[in-house]
């Protein structure tokens, strides 16, 4: 807008960009003429370096929050509305009614049976043809002669054998134990033989053993006898007695006395020789009341006077406590009246066979 009169110049207010400012030169042209030029131009020319940025000023306070406005009550709820009422159900058609069945034909009248005839009797059998003749068999055609054999391959060689490898030293065998016999029997065996003296019953009456160790078994297992069984034991040892003080000998089989000697009155005898015989014969087998043995023995010694000889015999049958199915096992005691110290005995000697 050049050449326009100041008052007809727009009011410059801030520095924008498209902003201008009137210079009026007086001097140069009087009638106020002015020429146009961008305030921006003006600006670089005459502005100063930019200074520093001078200090933010502190923050007001905050005002105060204003007051919440009070909540309005709510409205009341309308009441529900009722439900309408179900219609009633249609009535289910009536069932059709069934056909009736067709009236069943009645049945025939069954035939009577007419009843069985006599049987007729049977006629006599015709005597049978004698058989003819058989007819001569024509003789046998001649076989066609057999084709020979073709020759067998020959079998191939066998293979060698390696040879075995060396059998290993068989270890030694254990000494065998000491057995007793097992059925059947010889007809005559040896069952046991002591090998020691027993101990001497002395200065006691207390019933005690006279069999010593050895080999052998003076035991029957259970169900081990037959009828017709029969042993012999022969018992001999050393004996002092004092004059008439007595001594019973008992031969048993656990605690079944098989047979008793005595009690034997005693006539004075120191360190003489005894000789005892005992003979045995199973004659039932079984348990007890069944079972049946019979024992007899003879017992001898010789007294201090002349060298004499006395003794006592016996023999029992027992068919009442004697049981062949346990174990029996043969044992001989001895028991004296008196604890005097002459009186003693004891067996070097004792051998038991089967004889039958």
Do not use: H
Request: zero cysteines.
């Amino acid at each position: 807008m050049p050449n326009l009169p100041i008052s007809q110049l727009p009011l410059a207010t801030s520095g924008q960009p498209e902003s201008w400012m009137a210079i009026v030169n007086y001097d140069v042209d009087p009638s106020g003429i002015t020429n146009k030029i961008y305030f921006s131009a003006l600006t670089e020319q005459f502005s100063g370096s930019t200074g520093t940025s001078g200090t933010s000023g502190t923050d007001g306070t905050s005002g105060t929050s204003g007051v919440s406005g009070t909540s309005g009550t709510s409205g009341v709820s309308g009441t529900s509305g009722t439900s309408g009422i179900s219609g009633t159900s249609g009535t289910s058609g009536i069932n059709g009614t069934s056909g009736t069945s067709g009236i069943s034909g009645t049945s025939g009248i069954s035939g009577v049976d007419g009843t069985d005839g006599t049987s007729g009797t049977s006629g006599l059998s015709g005597t049978s043809g004698s058989s003819g003749t058989s007819g001569i068999n024509g003789t046998s055609g001649t076989s066609g002669s057999s084709g020979t054999t073709g020759t067998s391959g020959s079998s191939g060689t066998s293979g060698i054998n390696g040879t075995s490898g060396t059998s290993g030293s068989s270890g030694t065998s254990g000494s065998s134990g000491t057995s007793a016999p097992t059925p059947p029997y010889p007809t005559v065996y040896g069952l046991f033989t002591q090998t020691g003296n027993s101990l001497a019953v002395s200065a006691t009456t207390i019933e005690t053993t006279i069999v010593g160790g050895g080999i052998g078994s003076l035991s029957v297992p259970s169900n081990g006898f037959t009828i017709g069984d029969s042993f012999n034991a022969s018992i001999m040892g050393v004996i002092s007695s004092k004059n008439n003080d007595t001594l019973t000998i008992r031969i048993k089989t656990g605690s079944v006395e098989l047979g008793v000697l005595g009690p034997i009155t005693m006539s004075q005898s120191n360190n003489k020789r005894f000789d005892l015989q005992l003979y045995f014969t199973i004659r039932n087998i079984g348990g007890t009341g069944t079972a049946s043995i019979i024992s007899g023995g003879q017992f001898n010694y010789s007294k201090d006077a002349s060298f004499s000889f006395e003794g006592a015999d016996f023999t029992t049958l027992n068919n009442t406590t004697f049981d062949t199915t346990i174990s029996n096992t043969l044992n001989i005691t001895a028991q004296w009246n008196s604890t005097d110290l002459g009186n003693s005995i004891y067996s070097e000697i004792l051998v038991l066979n089967k004889i039958y």
